[in-house]
Structure formats: C-alpha cells, structure tokens
C-alpha cells in the first residue's frame, strides 16, 4: 500500500472518532509493515486515553518493526496525560514516519525533528490539505484562533427562502439530508438555535439515527436569546444537556462556549443574520432543496450589506449531492 492511499486509511480512521477526543485532536494512525502491508489502524481515544499512534501500534505489535507509520497530525513530543507518542513510535522499531498536517501547538510540537534526529525517515504534508479541511479543521481553527469553529447549517429552498409565506417549513430538504445534518450533530460540541426556532418548531435537537433512536454521542444543546422559553420545551428534554445563554451577542455566545471546539449553529435567519453581521462564522453548510418557496421568509435577515460593494464575499470549499438536494460547503473568502 502506499502512503497516500494508507493516508486515507488514517483519515477514515480520525472520523470515526470525530467529536468525541475535544479538547484534543481526531487523529487517526496506520502502521505499515517492512513489506508495506497494513498491520494496525488506530483513532484517538476521549481524553486522557491512548492516542492514535500508540493504539495502531498496540494492534500491530511485531509487525511494526521496520514499518512505516502513517499519522494524520505530526506525532506529539511531549508529556501530557499520556507519554509521547514518537517514544512510543521509536520503541516499537519503526523506521519511517508519514504524517498529514504539521502541530500547530507549540508544546506538542517538535516530534518530527526529534523523529529525524533519532535517525527514523520522515515525510510531511501526505494529503496535508484534505485533512486540514477534514477531520482536523475544527481542531487546527481552535489552535490558531483559541476560538470554537462556528458553521452555520441551514436548509433553503432554491429561491433563499427558509419556509413558506405560513411559517411552515417541514420539510424543504429530503430525508437524506436531514440525516446528513444528525450525523453532524453527532460530532458537533454543541448545536446553536434562537428562542425563535424553540417557540416557532420546539425541536429536540438532538442527533439521531435514521430509525429516530439517539446517536450514541450527544452534543450541548444552546438555546441563545433574552426571552425564557418554556419549561416543556422538548429541547429541555434529558436526552442531553442543554445550556439556555440569555444575551443576543454573538461574542458572547462564543466566550460563554470557550471551552469547546465545534460549534454548529442551527438558528433561524435572526440569529443567523446576528452572527453573520458580527463576523464570527467560520464555514456555511446550505443544504438547498429543488423547491421554490416564494414569500417573505428568507433564509437569512439583515447581514449588515446595503450595496454590492460591501457584500460579504465567500468561496466554495465543495459541493455534493444528497439524493435530490445539494450541499454547498462555504469559507470566508
Ligand atoms: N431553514 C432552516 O434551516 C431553519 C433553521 C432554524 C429555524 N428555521 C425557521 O426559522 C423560524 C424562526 O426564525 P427566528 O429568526 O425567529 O429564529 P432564531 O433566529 O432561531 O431565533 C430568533 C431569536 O433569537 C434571539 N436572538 C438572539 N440573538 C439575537 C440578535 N443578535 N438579534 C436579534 N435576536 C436575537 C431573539 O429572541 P429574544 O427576544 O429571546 O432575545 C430572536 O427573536 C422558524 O420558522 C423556523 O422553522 C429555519
């Protein structure tokens, strides 16, 4: 196998463990044998257990001597909660590292040079971009930033609309989308609406599975906005936490949510609208239903623009099909 193609074994292996490592990052790890055969695949564990590297090669034992391991994020060179993993790589008699994306975090970093002084060989950059916009991009966007990455998600129809002229919105997307947008609950740290989405849809907002049961992992539940909602709103149900913020300041928002890494904001055009004109929103997901909806209730209110000059400008960053609808991926430009 080569390295890219091991690489994307690696990446396969960091998204299946995607949302549940925060604070640290979804890596994923395969060892190659002398003879460059798969020999052990690894993920890292929530916090405080194994990373990626140690558990692949844990999997690959024997068979690791000689090898190449093939890493999504440069192998750690520190003490943490657990040793460092380029001891674990040089004690287990691997003579090659591979690796995706280079540590952004200065204590963590160091580990391919120590890797190259300890005479093993080292290659940077396998697939660097696809991972970075993958499954390390919340991570790398908090250690550059100290901020959570924020991505709005909404569905519209092709028209910009986000119901019909009634209010009524179920459904403007397929099933296929919405289950698209569960699995991203499922990995998301916490999922955003306004107390206009609480009032208008009481949504559960929670991450489920195609049957309708719970997802095994649950995000935090963020209800923003001054009003009280009420005490049977299905949000507040136990099916996981939720936290209520009583502010309309999206930095506030952000710094009460500090501590997390992944946000997805699910609210409606005014709280859509106030995060858009207050700058804090990293990625746009738009899923777009072949239907025209007409009528006053856009997808998004005010984002602070009153003439083209000043429009806010983004760039795709992909497009896919989910069954009959579209899914747009945007980045600030
Ligand atoms: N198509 C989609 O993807 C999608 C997604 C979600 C909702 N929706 C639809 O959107 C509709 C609800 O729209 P909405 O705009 O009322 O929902 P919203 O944006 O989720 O909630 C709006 C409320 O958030 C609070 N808020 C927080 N920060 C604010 C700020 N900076 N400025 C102003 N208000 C702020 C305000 O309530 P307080 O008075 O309590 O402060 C405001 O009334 C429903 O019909 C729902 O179906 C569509």
Same mark, same amino acid.
């Not at 991009?137 to 119901?163: C, I, N, Y």
């Not at 649950?218 to 507040?236: F, M, T």
């Not at 609208?273 to 072949?290: E, N, Q, S």
């Given at each position: 196998?080569?390295?890219?193609?091991?690489?994307?074994?690696?990446?396969?292996?960091?998204?299946?463990?995607? !949302?549940?490592?925060?604070?640290?990052?979804?890596?994923?790890?395969?060892?190659?044998?002398?003879?460059?055969?798969?020999?052990?695949?690894?993920?890292?564990?929530?916090? !405080?257990?194994?990373?990626?590297?140690?558990?692949?090669? +844990?999997?690959?034992?024997? +068979?690791?001597?000689?090898?190449?391991?093939?890493?999504?994020?440069? %192998?750690?060179?520190?003490?943490?909660?657990?040793?460092?993993?380029? $001891?674990?790589?040089? #004690?287990?008699?691997?003579?090659?590292?591979?690796?995706?994306?280079? $540590?952004?975090?200065?204590?963590? #970093? /160091?580990?391919?040079?120590?890797?190259?002084?300890?005479?093993?060989?080292?290659?940077?950059?396998?697939?660097?971009?696809?991972?970075?916009?993958?499954?390390?991009?919340?991570?790398?966007?908090? =250690?550059?930033? &100290?901020?959570?990455?924020?991505?709005?998600?909404?569905?519209?129809?092709?028209? &910009?609309?986000?119901?019909? *002229?009634?209010?009524?919105?179920?459904?403007?997307?397929?099933?296929?989308? +919405?289950?698209?947008?569960?699995?991203?609950?499922?990995?998301?740290?916490?999922?955003?609406?306004?107390?206009?989405?609480?009032?208008? $849809?009481?949504?559960?907002?929670? #991450?489920?599975?195609?049957? !309708?049961?719970?997802?095994?992992? =649950? %995000?935090?539940?963020? @209800?923003? /906005?001054?009003?009280?909602?009420?005490?049977?709103?299905?949000?507040?149900?136990?099916?996981?936490?939720?936290?209520?913020?009583?502010?309309?300041?999206?930095?506030? @928002?952000?710094?009460?949510?500090?501590?997390?890494?992944?946000?997805?904001?699910? /609210?409606?055009?005014?709280? *859509?609208?106030?995060?858009?004109?207050?700058?804090?929103?990293?990625?746009?997901?738009?899923?777009?239903?072949?239907?025209?909806?007409?009528?006053?209730?856009?997808?998004?209110? $005010?984002?602070?623009?009153?003439?083209?000059?000043?429009?806010?400008?983004?760039?795709?960053?992909?497009?896919?099909?989910?069954?009959?609808?579209?899914?747009?991926?945007? @980045?600030?430009?």
């Amino acid at each position: 196998m080569n390295l890219e193609t091991a690489m994307r074994l690696a990446i396969e292996q960091s998204e299946r463990v995607k !949302g549940a490592t925060y604070p640290n990052p979804p890596v994923g790890a395969v060892i190659l044998d002398s003879d460059n055969e798969v020999a052990g695949v690894g993920a890292t564990e929530p916090p !405080g257990g194994p990373h990626a590297e140690v558990l692949a090669l +844990r999997r690959a034992g024997q +068979r690791a001597v000689g090898g190449t391991a093939v890493v999504t994020l440069e %192998p750690c060179n520190h003490h943490g909660r657990t040793p460092p993993c380029v $001891d674990a790589l040089v #004690a287990a008699g691997i003579s090659a590292v591979a690796y995706a994306v280079t $540590d952004p975090n200065p204590v963590a #970093a /160091g580990g391919a040079a120590r890797l190259g002084e300890l005479g093993l060989e080292v290659v940077a950059g396998v697939l660097a971009d696809e991972v970075s916009r993958g499954p390390l991009r919340e991570w790398l966007h908090k =250690q550059r930033t &100290g901020m959570p990455h924020v991505t709005w998600k909404f569905a519209t129809s092709v028209d &910009g609309r986000s119901a019909a *002229a009634d209010g009524s919105s179920q459904w403007i997307t397929s099933e296929a989308a +919405r289950a698209d947008v569960h699995r991203r609950r499922a990995v998301a740290d916490a999922v955003l609406v306004g107390t206009g989405t609480v009032f208008t $849809d009481d949504p559960l907002l929670t #991450a489920r599975l195609p049957d !309708g049961s719970l997802a095994e992992r =649950q %995000p935090l539940r963020v @209800v923003v /906005g001054e009003r009280e909602i009420p005490p049977e709103a299905k949000i507040l149900n136990d099916d996981s936490r939720t936290m209520v913020i009583r502010t309309r300041d999206p930095h506030e @928002v952000i710094k009460a949510l500090s501590d997390r890494t992944d946000l997805l904001l699910e /609210g409606g055009p005014t709280l *859509a609208g106030a995060f858009l004109r207050a700058g804090v929103i990293d990625r746009i997901l738009a899923y777009i239903g072949p239907i025209l909806l007409g009528g006053p209730i856009t997808a998004v209110d $005010d984002v602070g623009v009153l003439s083209i000059a000043h429009a806010q400008r983004w760039r795709f960053d992909g497009v896919e099909s989910i069954g009959p609808d579209v899914l747009l991926s945007l @980045v600030p430009n």
